[in-house]
């Protein structure tokens, strides 16, 4: 019999609810809902709008269990949530203290300088195996202490995807894949208390540690009469990272593969059986995050398609109306001549703001011609991507001591043909493309292995996942811009 099964999947800009439908030899799904995830300016930084997300997510689980019985007549048989990684809630006896930051705000940079002067960068990696970014969840809860208010009156922290379950269920746990991202979890995959304690972090808010599959708990009452769903509904942990549901839904047949999940971030690296913690894997600024199944992504974080979603923003506040990405990227792929390649991995580039003008700059302050046009200009913003996509992949396989004949690039990305090819050009390697709703596709597998309705290992899910999407295929050309 097939599960019935809701993913809520949370990216750093928008959010879906998707119906699926999964049993052997059979995955349909059916987006129910989506909405935009937009940050809020407060007066003390940048914020997540998460009582929004959550109101957004209520309704779309409605939908959901709406449409799971429209098509089939059957109930929702549990619930998964993914989103991005890093930040957190603060709480006191079950409320919250405070808006969860944003990742972007800039309050990481001078915690993260403060932290590594009691614990060296290379220490902390030989415990945790995370490559170095300002807003790794550690260095928040640093800021945190040197704020000296929330989180000395907080009881407990929980990741996005964990405070969403637990507003849904009433259980304060930490999902593990999740958990890693932090900075405080060992290679062995528990809580370093000791390192928390090093850098003044309260040990009592970190909170049970579960794996996927784990069920951890049932609606509460009140979500029941605002979804119309079963209070018996389990509410299931999955990859709550979005990038581990995104790796497990990713169709690789090929164990000789590398991976692309391409969104806002561009979360390129491999697959691996064990952490790679080395001097050369620290020098390249490599992470180890734990994947479901107790496997290891080692990767390198990439700044992603923000870099050309946030000159297109500036572009459209200019002209006072929408850009038509496509005819954009098709004029991309038009231009001739070669552009500039700018390294997309610089600091600068993190922030919001006028983005044309940040290339701009770094371009002319490094003694390269500035593109003269928006075509020529999203020309470049690709080419530059697909080359940081084509070095951290070699650098992946060669860290790493792992062959690898083809890239698999999913998400948003795998929709941009002009990227999808100019990385194969680049990387001298095949890339297939999709499936666009990767970290779904994990999500919902991972609850219907859970509950009975498939078996087996990752390859097995996989293997179901490249039997029902579509995927296209890239050729290196002999040369490219």
């Known amino acids: 019999m097939s599960a019935h099964v809701a993913a809520v999947d949370l990216g750093a800009t928008s959010g879906r609810v998707i119906l699926g439908e999964v049993g052997p030899g059979e995955l349909r799904m059916h987006t129910v809902a989506r909405f935009p995830n937009t940050p809020v300016e407060l007066p003390d930084g940048l914020h997540w709008n998460i009582v929004e997300l959550y109101r957004s997510i209520l309704d779309g689980l409605r939908d959901a269990g709406r449409e799971a019985q429209r098509r089939s007549g059957a109930q929702l048989q549990s619930i998964g949530i993914d989103s991005w990684a890093v930040d957190y809630a603060l709480l006191r006896r079950g409320s919250m203290l405070g808006v969860p930051f944003h990742y972007r705000d800039a309050r990481g940079a001078r915690a993260a300088e403060l932290a590594h002067k009691r614990i060296p960068f290379a220490e902390l990696y030989a415990r945790n195996g995370l490559q170095y970014l300002p807003f790794n969840t550690v260095y928040q809860y640093v800021a945190e202490v040197l704020d000296e208010t929330r989180i000395a009156q907080a009881d407990r922290a929980l990741l996005i995807p964990d405070l969403l379950g637990y507003w849904l269920t009433g259980a304060e746990v930490a999902e593990r894949t999740n958990a890693s991202t932090t900075g405080l979890l060992s290679l062995a995959g528990e809580w370093d208390f000791d390192l928390a304690q090093q850098l003044g972090i309260p040990t009592e808010i970190l909170p049970q540690l579960v794996d996927p599959g784990t069920e951890i708990g049932t609606l509460r009452e ?20 979005d990038t581990a549901s995104a790796v497990v839904g990713i169709p690789m047949t090929d164990p000789d593969v590398a991976f692309i999940s391409c969104g806002t971030w561009g979360l390129v690296g491999v697959e691996l059986e064990a952490p790679v913690v080395t001097e050369a894997s620290r020098a390249a600024n490599f992470t180890n995050e734990r994947g479901v199944d107790g496997r290891t992504r080692f990767l390198h974080n990439v700044m992603g398609l923000w870099v050309l979603s946030e000159t297109i923003r500036g572009w459209e506040r200019v002209d006072g109306e929408s850009i038509d990405l496509g005819e954009l990227l098709a004029a991309a792929a038009d231009v001739g001549t070669p552009q500039p390649v700018f390294d997309v991995n610089d600091p600068v580039f993190a922030p919001p703001g006028d983005m044309h003008a940040r290339i701009a700059d770094w371009l002319a302050g490094h003694g390269l011609a500035v593109p003269s046009g928006r075509a020529e200009l999203v020309r470049s913003i690709l080419e530059s991507l697909a080359a940081a996509f084509a070095d951290a992949v070699h650098r992946a396989a060669e860290l790493s001591g792992k062959r690898v004949g083809a890239i698999h690039l999913v998400g948003g990305g ?25 970290t779904a596709l994990g999500n919902l597998v991972v609850q219907a292995r859970a509950l009975g309705a498939v078996r087996g290992d990752l390859e097995a899910l996989r293997a179901l996942i490249a039997q029902t999407v579509d995927l296209r295929r890239f050729t290196p050309r002999v040369s490219s811009n």
Request: aromatic share 0%; with cysteine; glycine share 8%.
């Open 414 to 438: 795998s929709l941009n043909t002009l990227l999808c090819q100019l990385t194969a050009d680049r990387a001298l390697l095949r890339v297939v493309a999709g499936p666009v709703e990767a």
């Open 222 to 241: 009140r979500v029941g009469e605002a979804t119309g769903l079963d209070t018996r509904v389990p509410v299931l942990a999955v990859g709550s990272h």
